[in-house]
């Protein structure tokens, strides 16, 4: 939606900033509307402060030691490691609640 509106000296990172409270849904709403004032003026400023509270180091390492460390079986054939990895990729969307 942001890439089909253009308006003089406006930048897409500004559209983006405006719109992203339509975006979010239940907690992470009430936590944007919880910041201060002024308190994120860029786009960058914004992407900084929701990873920090959404997505906190110490989770994005363990997770993606768990993705680096996912192998295939031995005797394990190529479709069987597929579907185990779709498994695992949901449980992983959901390990960050």
């Known amino acids: 939606m942001c890439m089909t509106m253009h308006y003089p000296h406006v930048t897409i990172y500004a559209i983006r900033l405006r719109l992203m409270s339509f975006a979010l849904k239940d907690n ?24 920090k509270k959404y997505f906190p180091n110490g989770k994005t390492v363990r997770l993606r030691n768990e993705i ?18 779709k498994n695992f ?9």
Not at 31 to 50: A, C, E, P, Q, R
């Open 68 to 85: 680096n460390q996912f192998v295939q079986l031995d005797k394990e054939t190529l479709w069987k490691y597929i579907d185990r990895f």
């Open 89 to 97: 990729a949901c449980t992983m969307s959901t390990s960050w609640n």
């Open 28 to 51: 992470a709403k009430k936590w944007l509307y919880s910041l201060g004032v002024n308190s994120i003026g860029t786009w960058d400023d914004f992407i900084k402060v929701f990873l």
